[in-house]
């Protein structure tokens, strides 16, 4: 399974992005995913994360602001990250769970400055 992030940027306190994880070699929707992030000098922490039926949960820091999705026709899962704060900022990963092996994205960085 390989996977591909995409969607980050600079976006100023309060603004949105989307991020995406295309994934190609197995169908995304038959393996738990998460988003994870990784601020500069900070371990790398579980932002959300859905069952392979579909169900979420997430950080407290992000709960109402962020919500994660997928598009089973199109192989992707989705981030969708609303009323951004500075405290946001950090390359954000994808993953999934394919038996007793995680498969990683490349990371997005995303910016929340003004």
């Known amino acids: 399974v390989q996977l591909q992030a995409s969607g980050g940027g600079l976006v100023q306190p309060g603004g949105s992005l989307r991020l995406s994880c295309a994934a190609s070699g197995g169908r995304i929707s038959a393996y738990p995913t998460a988003w994870y992030r990784q601020a500069p000098g900070q371990q790398r922490e579980l932002v959300a994360a859905a069952t392979g039926g579909g169900s979420t949960t997430y950080a407290d820091s992000v709960k109402g602001r962020f919500t994660m999705s997928r598009d089973i026709r199109k192989n992707t899962v989705y981030l969708q990250m609303n009323k951004l704060k500075p405290e946001d900022t950090a390359v954000y990963y994808c993953?999934?769970?394919?038996?007793?092996?995680?498969?990683w994205g490349q990371g997005t960085l995303v910016t929340v400055s003004s």
């Open positions: 993953n999934a769970v394919k038996g007793s092996v995680v498969y």
